[in-house]
């Protein structure tokens, strides 16, 4: 059974969180003297009217949260929060279709960082730095940052946390919910800052810095630059972003406890890392010597393109420091492998996380164990630990059900005309929130020229990705909205 005014209750607090954070762009417009105050003034008086509408019209409900209400309540506090957050594009003119800035805040707010926009650099500093809000505050989850930053709104409840926390294996830090997300909000800030001065000393400049650490962190993608990273043509930049990208790509419960637990033997000790790290040392190895061998560049120049955009793309933060479709067919399609695997679980990345490609892995080799020996009892195991059946088999739908999405979409896309290439490229990307595809949606490309009905199905096909399916898709089964 669920509690409608408890569900709207909730979401109106949620929208007060919105305002808060667009406010940001408000100082921002006014440190730059921007026309566009009066437009983001005007949306924070939406989220905060209607928040206020739905605080009052629920006031005195009960605040225990059911399974069922935490599910619909995280599913609708992703779209209102896009259609909130698409305010700021269409009052101000810059996104005045409601369907293209929809796509633009969608794929802020689930990291995916595709775009629409055809001319990035045209657009006032404060709406730049409202798409890296989107994406610094999606990036963690919308409500987990209520529950670690504003728990005067008793919101700090396990089922609401639960049913927007994501990957098949959750590290808990500490019993109480609201620590533990107080501790990983720690190291995303930290994080945040260190990468923000790193790039300024690198060549950035300061407003460029922290709207692209925001990015970086948050495995986002979108850039204050039409042409992504390879706008500023710099390999320290380059470099530096290719360390953070790799770094916002691991479990967050492992770098708290290698920052400040000081314990390192952790990360060296985690199955999930070591994969993750393998993965970029081979692909990066493989692409470098691809590139070296066809004249893409020298040795340092192939090397460090191919690490780059393998952690880009793994990460699925999916900045570009060059176009990789002009490179042989074989390498992007090596870095489309990439954007079904993923970095960590735990970490702010897309796709399938590297946890679960183990799993399978390891669940496969173990079937031709049992055709051999048939009476074996052979355990899948991680990090020296057995994994449950309950959590295999839910890793095994988790995979079909991430396949039929993507090949859903690839017949959507190409029913509104796309080419084969065109549409798996879009549809892998959308789901895994990478944002840049193959063909004509490549790294440097804008999405502009989909049909509307496309970018709409490809911001559906975002928020299931982000929310790794089920929390959505749940709503969607008759058995969910039964009252027993």
């Known amino acids: 059974m669920f509690h409608p005014k408890i569900i709207f209750r909730i979401i109106g607090m949620l929208l007060y969180v919105e305002a808060f954070f667009l406010l940001g762009s408000v100082a921002v417009a006014l440190y730059y003297d921007e026309h566009i105050i009066r437009s983001l003034l005007m949306s924070v008086a939406a989220m905060v009217g209607t928040g206020s509408l739905l605080t009052y019209l629920c006031y005195g409900t009960d605040r225990n949260i059911s399974r069922k209400d935490g599910y619909i309540v995280v599913t609708l506090c992703w779209i209102i929060f896009s259609l909130f957050g698409s305010l700021p594009y269409m009052l101000s003119g810059y996104i005045p279709s409601f369907t293209d800035a929809f796509f633009e805040t ?8 595709a775009t629409i926009l055809q001319n990035i650099e045209a657009l006032p500093k404060s709406l730049l730095f409202w798409r890296m809000m989107t994406h610094w505050v999606g990036g963690l989850g919308i409500v987990f940052f209520t529950v670690a930053v504003f728990p005067i709104f008793g919101l700090g409840d396990i089922n609401l946390f639960a ?3 994501v990957g098949p294996m959750r590290a808990k830090l500490h019993p109480r919910i609201s620590v533990t997300a107080r501790w990983i909000l720690t190291i995303y800030i930290g994080l945040t800052i260190v990468t923000s001065f790193s790039l300024y000393f690198a060549g950035m400049g ?3 810095s922290i709207c692209h650490a ?11 630059k039409q042409d992504s990273i390879a706008a500023f043509g710099s390999p320290q930049i380059e470099y530096v972003t290719s360390l953070f990208m790799f770094l916002s790509g691991i479990n967050m419960s492992l770098l708290y406890l290698f920052i400040f637990k000081l314990r390192p033997k952790e ?5 999930e890392f070591r994969t993750y790290t393998s993965i970029v040392a081979v692909f990066t190895l493989f692409i470098a010597a691809g590139l070296f061998l066809t004249n893409e560049g020298d040795a340092e120049t192939s090397f460090r393109n191919a690490l780059f955009q393998v952690i880009s793309i793994q990460t699925t933060t999916g900045f570009a420091s060059v176009n990789y479709i002009q490179w042989m067919p074989l390498l992007w399609l090596a870095l489309l492998a990439l954007m079904f695997i993923g970095a ?6 897309g796709a399938m996380k590297c946890v679960r490609i183990s799993i399978l892995f390891k669940v496969v080799a173990n079937e031709f164990k049992r055709i051999v020996h048939p009476n074996a009892v052979i355990p899948v195991r991680m990090a020296r630990k057995v994994v449950p059946i309950t959590v295999q088999s839910a890793i095994l739908a988790y995979t079909v059900i991430y396949m039929i999405v993507i090949i859903v979409g690839l017949v959507v896309n190409m029913g509104f005309g796309l080419d084969f290439l065109d549409a798996i ?3 892998i990307s959308s789901v895994g929130n990478v944002g840049p595809a193959l063909g004509n949606y490549g790294p440097i490309d804008s999405f502009a020229p989909l049909p509307g009905a496309v970018k709409w199905f490809c911001a559906f096909q975002m928020l299931v990705g982000r929310l790794e399916f089920f929390a959505v898709l749940l709503l969607l089964t008759p058995v969910f909205w039964k009252r027993k």
């Open 214 to 224: 925001m990015s970086i962190v948050a495995t986002g993608g979108f850039s204050t």
């Open 425 to 427: 490229g879009l549809s």
């Open 344 to 349: 960590c679980s735990g970490s702010t990345s």
């Open 163 to 165: 049913a927007e926390s």
């Open 206 to 208: 300061w407003f460029d």
């Open 106 to 113: 969608m794929s802020g707010f689930t990291t995916t960082g």
């Open 267 to 271: 990360l060296l000790r985690d199955t």
